[in-house]
């Protein structure tokens, strides 16, 4: 498939946030990152700045505190690659309330697009279906984008869905940075409540 015919990061993620309601979104550092604020900054967004390899340990945390609420963590392929470990406590913990997306664009965006593992065949979808997620599959087109996305926010999980994506650079749209500020909104946002900084 040509770069020109592969769906654009930009708009998989906002179709994916578009019905989001009130689902807490966890994202991986870098371009998922930006692309969940250039969908629009919500406090229910808890964005990580670092800590690469680890949004789906962070999301599966916040499913298993807030059994009531859908979470859904967004990160990127190479963040994935680094946390593989994670899809196995996952599956092992079989939360219901709990998704993954990874957008794919087979490269290392934040380091210099080095390719990934996922250039070379390397099936993220398959890996997570081998460890026992409820449901696993690869999205190539926007209509099967379309017909994911109520899976994302309501199917029984833990759900992963990995969005093969062009690797075309979009201009950065920066959430705020501070780390108490972005954890203190996120639990208010949450909980109801004035949490101490």
């Not at 990061?9 to 966890?26: F, M, N, P, S």
Request: charged share 25%; hydrophobic share 45%.
């Amino acid at each position: 498939m040509e770069q020109e015919d592969k769906l654009r990061r930009r708009h998989a993620v906002a179709r994916i946030l578009a019905d989001r309601g009130d689902t807490l979104v966890v994202t991986g550092l870098g371009s998922p990152t930006y692309d969940c604020a250039a969908a629009g900054d919500n406090p229910l967004n808890f964005y990580l700045w670092g800590a690469m390899g680890s949004a789906v340990t962070v999301g599966l945390g916040l499913a298993l505190a807030q059994p009531q609420r859908r979470v859904l963590v967004i990160t990127g392929d190479g963040e994935m690659l680094m946390g593989l470990g994670a899809l196995a406590t996952t599956a092992a913990k079989k939360p219901e309330n709990f998704a993954v997306a990874v957008i794919d664009n087979e490269h290392y965006a934040e380091t210099g697009m080095q390719r990934t593992h996922t250039h070379d065949g390397i099936d993220l979808a398959g890996i997570a279906r081998a460890c026992g997620f409820r449901e696993a599959t690869t999205v190539r087109r926007a209509d099967e984008l379309n017909e994911v996305v109520a899976m994302l926010h309501k199917a029984k999980g833990p759900i992963f869905v990995d969005i093969k994506v062009s690797a075309a650079r979009d201009p950065l749209v920066l959430p705020p940075w501070d780390g108490t500020f972005l954890k203190t909104r996120f639990r208010q946002a949450l909980l109801g409540v004035r949490a101490a900084a």
